[in-house]
């Protein structure tokens, strides 16, 4: 009796413990994107429940809390800021987000590889996971040209790839962690 007593006594500490750790874990918390779905509900309120499409715009519409900015944000932002606009009409509203899908977490590899095309991130990869999805390079790809484009419009940049330098374990850095929206261009 005394022993389950004793353990009954560490094992909240245990369970705190694990939490602990699994929130210092180091990695990043996913970050949404336009096209990713996500599942909200509202505890105790069935009405207050569906899975919706953050739009290109990085926003989706619930009721009661009306247009909610996404994109950009984690998923813990986003349940807060609509128990914030719940809280009038809500008091205490407990709400959950679930990210359902990573849609909108793409890139994409085009050029001299063997099945160009948009791949989903889930939720990193690096220059050399893409070009392993995309196949493959062909034997006419120039491997020491290989760039990366990032951002859009006057904030295009272009980030050098040097394949054979990465694959003998020299400046092992150019194998980027890629983010969402860029191309991986293989001449």
Same mark, same amino acid.
């Given at each position: 009796?005394?022993?389950?007593?004793?353990?009954?006594?560490?094992?909240?500490?245990?369970?705190?413990?694990?939490?602990?750790?699994?929130? %210092?874990? =180091?990695?990043?918390?996913?970050?949404?994107?336009? =096209?990713?779905?996500?599942?909200?509900?509202?505890?105790?309120?069935? %009405?207050?429940?569906?899975?919706?499409?953050?739009?290109? %715009? =990085?926003?989706?519409?619930?009721?009661?809390?009306?247009?909610?900015?996404?994109?950009?944000?984690?998923? %813990?932002?986003?349940?807060?800021?609509?128990?914030?606009?719940?809280?009038?009409?809500?008091?205490?509203?407990?709400?959950?987000?679930?990210?359902?899908?990573?849609?909108?977490?793409?890139?994409?590899?085009?050029?001299?590889?063997?099945?160009?095309?948009?791949?989903?991130?889930?939720?990193?990869?690096?220059?050399? #996971?893409?070009? &392993?999805?995309? =196949?493959?390079?062909?034997?006419?790809?120039?491997?020491?040209?290989? &760039?990366?484009?990032?951002?859009?419009?006057?904030?295009?940049?272009?980030?050098?790839?040097?394949?054979? #330098?990465?694959?003998?374990?020299?400046?092992? #850095? #150019?194998?980027?962690?890629?983010? &969402?929206?860029?191309?991986?261009?293989?001449?």
């Amino acid at each position: 009796m005394k022993l389950l007593v004793g353990l009954l006594g560490i094992l909240p500490l245990a369970f705190c413990w694990s939490i602990s750790l699994a929130a %210092d874990s =180091g990695e990043p918390e996913y970050r949404l994107h336009a =096209g990713d779905s996500i599942t909200v509900s509202v505890w105790k309120e069935i %009405d207050l429940q569906r899975k919706v499409m953050i739009r290109p %715009d =990085g926003k989706f519409s619930f009721p009661l809390a009306g247009e909610v900015l996404a994109a950009g944000r984690t998923a %813990d932002d986003v349940r807060i800021d609509i128990e914030s606009k719940l809280a009038k009409f809500i008091p205490e509203a407990v709400v959950t987000v679930i990210v359902e899908d990573f849609s909108g977490n793409r890139i994409y590899v085009i050029g001299q590889v063997n099945k160009p095309g948009m791949f989903i991130m889930n939720p990193q990869l690096t220059v050399l #996971q893409a070009l &392993s999805l995309a =196949g493959g390079h062909t034997p006419f790809a120039k491997l020491d040209d290989i &760039s990366i484009v990032r951002g859009l419009g006057a904030n295009q940049k272009s980030l050098p790839f040097r394949y054979n #330098q990465v694959i003998e374990g020299k400046l092992l #850095q #150019q194998n980027i962690a890629l983010e &969402s929206g860029d191309v991986v261009v293989v001449p």
